[in-house]
């Protein structure tokens, strides 16, 4: 295991041990309204700070994305991107489905290194560019299943901008036609975790942030999965929309975006 990704394990777990001595203890005066729609607590925060603190120790030179704080700029060329609590809704219900997500870009642009972590189940999900995916130390891929009727696929409902509902509903339907069920978890980096060691088949979702799938992106492709945006394109950071799946899955997925999303591309 690389420094940079006992890094990452280290801020994830860190993390992680924060969310859970507040998880089910939150009042309806901790958590505050950044916009529309779109919540944020003092765990986040909390959460992000501790990340920083840890990447910023190990590795003073490199740059750090972070959904509360921002960018701060580094002089390496390589960018951690975090998400200090994907699934901040879910985590102010007190529903047990958040992860933290930490992700390494490197000079080139390129994922590096990959933690996804869920405390209450105690999941770390890790990946090192060209050296596979893994779950609890134990390899994870992509699942096998290709019959249509047995198929189960995770999506991100859209919440704050509505534009686009309607295409989104009919794909949706069609989805839906097409195989065995949908879930709708509340946090996209669990939903490619979970693609990546076969919980699921596949994931759409349009409208996400490099925080919210950096991590996941490459869990999915090194556990043997593709992912791309709608259009199809392989470097995600160009639209903000993921398709991933299995190399059954994520071609018939594709489709269906970009059939049902062509006005959005």
């Known amino acids: 295991m690389s420094k940079e990704l006992e890094t990452a394990v280290q801020a994830a777990k860190e993390a992680g041990g924060i969310t859970l001595e507040k998880f089910g203890f939150l009042s309806e005066t901790d958590a505050h309204l950044k916009e529309y729609k779109d919540f944020v607590t003092e765990v986040d925060r909390a959460c992000e700070r501790r990340i920083a603190e840890i990447i910023s120790a190990a590795f003073p030179e490199d ?3 972070g959904e509360e704080e921002g960018m701060a700029a580094g002089r390496s060329g390589r960018t951690w991107i975090v998400d200090p609590l994907d699934g901040t809704l879910n985590f102010i219900h007190a529903f047990p489905v958040f992860s933290i997500s930490i992700a390494l870009r490197d000079e080139t642009g390129s994922l590096a290194v990959a933690v996804v972590y869920q405390p ?9 560019k060209g050296q596979g995916a893994f779950l609890n130390s134990r390899r994870i891929h992509v699942s096998s299943r290709t019959d249509p009727g047995h198929l ?52 759409w979702e349009y409208k996400l942030f490099p925080w919210d799938f950096s991590a996941g992106v490459l869990l999915v492709r090194e556990a043997g999965g593709a992912v791309t945006g709608f259009s199809g394109n392989e470097d995600v950071y160009a639209h903000h929309s993921i398709v991933a799946g299995t190399p059954h899955t994520h071609p018939l997925l594709l489709a269906k975006a970009g059939e049902h999303f062509r006005e959005h591309l």
């Open 63 to 65: 740059g750090l994305l």
């Open 120 to 128: 209450v189940l105690n999941e770390l999900f890790t990946a090192e």
């Open 152 to 203: 189960l696929i995770a999506t991100g409902i859209p919440f704050k901008e509505y534009h686009y509902l309607d295409a989104y509903v009919s794909m949706l339907k069609d989805v839906a036609r097409g195989s065995a069920g949908i879930r709708r978890a509340g946090s996209a980096a669990l939903d490619l975790a979970y693609t990546a060691c076969g919980r699921f088949d596949a994931f």
